[in-house]
Nanobody, 121 residues
Framework: QVQLVESGGGLVQPGGSLRLSCAAS????????MGWYRQDPGKQRELVAV???????DYADAVKGRFTISRDNAKNTVYLQMNSLKPEDTAVYYC???????????????WGQGTQVTVSS
């Protein structure tokens, strides 16, 4: 079994910061791309940031210059540092990972349970 567990969400005032973490566990041989999506009620899920195993990164235009994605391969963990938060950043944030399992070297996408980020005064 492979699971992704998220943490770090919460309530913060505009201009504040939060750091999200997502740790993968289980029979993992390797992890390719990891990333973050977000979804607000009534809106479609959108890509926030992605980081392949090679280390390059991509960001949504709305978060460039404010958010930073990183990963710790030894811990099978991806992070999202969010600075200068705005009310429009309010959403449920989901992490994902493209994982190769030891069992039959199966490659499959996995998703975290989601963590709520609320930016409000």
């Amino acid at each position: 079994q492979v699971q992704l567990v998220e943490s770090g969400g919460g309530l913060v005032q505009p201009g504040g910061s939060l750091r999200l973490s997502c740790a993968a566990s289980g029979s993992i041989f390797s992890i390719n791309s990891m990333g973050w999506y977000r979804q607000d009620p009534g809106k479609q899920r959108e890509l926030v940031a992605v980081i392949p195993s090679g280390g390059s990164t991509d960001y949504a235009d709305a978060v460039k210059g404010r958010f930073t994605i990183s990963r710790d391969n030894a811990k099978n963990t991806v992070y999202l540092q969010m600075n200068s938060l705005k009310p429009e950043d309010t959403a449920v944030y989901y992490c994902y990972a493209d994982i190769v399992r030891y069992r039959f070297y199966l490659r499959q996408d996995y998703w975290g349970q989601g963590t709520q980020v609320t930016v409000s005064s």
